[in-house]
């Protein structure tokens, strides 16, 4: 058999090392396509005179962009037969990706665990995103609810993983190169609002929202070369739940994450992923609202910037003015994303 029909759940072992295909030199083009798509607008990202000004060699990439690369990488070999992607962890931005580096990604399967009703699994991967030298420029965990071939196949070894609830952000401290505060431009940044201007438990809307349309996920997905049948197969998502595509996760992250900049401008740079859950399903036609609150703030010895973590919560159909969350055990029905997350801001 000369095609891939995609692993399912029963052919993941434990601690096996999965070496995917096709590494990707990431270009201007790429860049241009992803402001296209998401409409980021910080300023370290969007203007290589800002980012030179700080001590970058030239404007480095949207943490997001390199993330969803190395992502991508992995969907043949870890989700391609997946339900759904169910949360992120233990991630780390271990410094800027430029335009005209190739990229590359190694996952090892960390955890499996099959479902009560011996349809399905959860696989736990710890995934690795590497430089054309071998250096690590970004890891994280994720763990996908995948389906399995034979309903009666037997696990030979199940491992559910103690994963850290928070990145210690004393380890992201290098991420960044030496900045100059003196020089970050805050009138050209569109913001006013440094490290010292953020109080934990505070929470703010950003008030604007982005319809999503058919054709712009799709392109989105297959830019970062994600395969997942549930993002294109139309005709074989009739037979689904849902009846329909589903829109990739990581497109609902960038949709927040730009969102975000109305209110959080100077939160230029991520630096860690604590947590993330994709918590109900979007649709083309729907539209994404955010609001962000402030969990805590660490001084990591640093005179240019310091590191906020921050939880922003992603909504369809409902502007976030109210702060919809968590209700009891779970969610307000508009919420759709949930993630905490490390991001730099200048002091």
Same mark, same amino acid.
């Given at each position: 058999?000369?095609?891939?029909?995609?692993?399912?759940?029963?052919?993941?072992?434990?601690?096996?090392?999965?070496?995917?295909?096709?590494?990707?030199?990431?270009?201007?083009?790429?860049?241009?396509?992803?402001?296209?798509?998401?409409?980021?607008?910080?300023?370290?990202?969007?203007?290589?005179?800002?980012?030179?000004?700080?001590?970058?060699?030239?404007?480095?990439?949207?943490?997001?962009?390199?993330?969803?690369?190395?992502?991508?990488?992995?969907?043949?070999?870890?989700?391609?037969?997946?339900?759904?992607?169910?949360?992120?962890?233990?991630?780390?931005?271990?410094?800027?990706?430029?335009?005209?580096?190739?990229?590359?990604?190694?996952?090892?399967?960390?955890?499996?665990?099959?479902?009560?009703?011996?349809?399905?699994?959860?696989?736990?991967?710890?995934?690795?995103?590497?430089?054309?030298?071998?250096?690590?420029?970004?890891?994280?965990?994720?763990?996908?609810?995948?389906?399995? +071939?034979?309903?009666?196949?037997? @696990?030979?070894?199940? $491992? *559910?993983?103690? %994963? !850290?609830?928070?990145?210690?952000?004393?380890? /992201?401290?290098?991420?960044?190169?030496?900045?100059?505060?003196?020089?970050?431009?805050?009138?050209?940044?569109?913001?006013?609002?440094?490290?010292?201007?953020?109080?934990?438990?505070?929470?703010?809307?950003?008030?604007?929202?982005?319809?999503?349309?058919?054709?712009?996920?799709?392109?989105?997905?297959?830019?970062?070369?994600?395969?997942?049948?549930?993002?294109?197969?139309?005709?074989?998502?009739?037979?689904? +739940?849902?009846?329909?595509?589903? @829109?990739?996760?990581? $497109? *609902?992250?960038? %949709? !927040?994450?730009?969102?975000?900049?109305?209110? /959080?401008?100077?939160?230029?740079?991520?630096?860690?992923?604590?947590?993330?859950?994709?918590?109900?399903?979007?649709?083309?036609?729907?539209?994404?609202?955010?609001?962000?609150?402030?969990?805590?703030?660490?001084?990591?010895?640093?005179?240019?910037?310091?590191?906020?973590?921050?939880?922003?919560?992603?909504?369809?159909?409902?502007?976030?003015?109210?702060?919809?969350?968590?209700?009891?055990?779970?969610?307000?029905?508009?919420?759709?994303?949930?993630?905490?997350?490390?991001?730099?801001?200048?002091?």
């Amino acid at each position: 058999m000369k095609t891939n029909p995609g692993r399912f759940f029963e052919d993941f072992r434990l601690g096996e090392t999965i070496r995917h295909a096709t590494p990707r030199t990431v270009t201007v083009g790429d860049v241009a396509l992803y402001t296209g798509l998401y409409g980021p607008r910080f300023a370290v990202q969007s203007s290589d005179a800002f980012a030179r000004a700080l001590g970058y060699p030239k404007s480095p990439l949207d943490d997001l962009l390199t993330f969803h690369m190395v992502f991508g990488k992995t969907v043949p070999d870890v989700s391609l037969n997946a339900l759904a992607n169910l949360g992120y962890a233990e991630g780390g931005f271990r410094r800027p990706v430029y335009p005209g580096e190739t990229l590359s990604t190694v996952s090892e399967v960390i955890g499996l665990k099959e479902s009560s009703n011996r349809q399905t699994g959860v696989v736990y991967v710890r995934s690795v995103g590497s430089d054309e030298s071998g250096e690590t420029v970004l890891s994280y965990c994720r763990w996908v609810l995948v389906r399995k +071939r034979d309903p009666e196949a037997a @696990i030979a070894e199940e $491992h *559910v993983p103690t %994963l !850290a609830k928070v990145v210690d952000p004393q380890d /992201l401290a290098g991420a960044l190169p030496k900045l100059s505060a003196a020089a970050y431009d805050s009138e050209l940044a569109g913001s006013p609002h440094r490290f010292a201007d953020y109080a934990v438990g505070e929470k703010i809307d950003h008030v604007d929202g982005m319809t999503v349309e058919e054709a712009e996920h799709q392109i989105a997905t297959r830019l970062f070369q994600n395969t997942a049948k549930v993002h294109f197969d139309g005709l074989a998502a009739k037979d689904t +739940r849902f009846g329909r595509r589903l @829109i990739y996760g990581g $497109h *609902v992250i960038s %949709l !927040a994450r730009a969102l975000s900049f109305n209110g /959080l401008g100077n939160a230029f740079a991520l630096a860690g992923i604590n947590a993330g859950r994709h918590v109900a399903p979007l649709f083309a036609g729907d539209t994404v609202y955010a609001w962000s609150e402030v969990l805590a703030a660490a001084d990591v010895g640093r005179d240019d910037v310091g590191l906020l973590r921050l939880r922003t919560v992603a909504t369809k159909n409902q502007p976030c003015g109210a702060f919809p969350d968590r209700t009891g055990e779970g969610y307000d029905p508009a919420v759709i994303l949930d993630l905490d997350y490390w991001a730099f801001v200048p002091k």
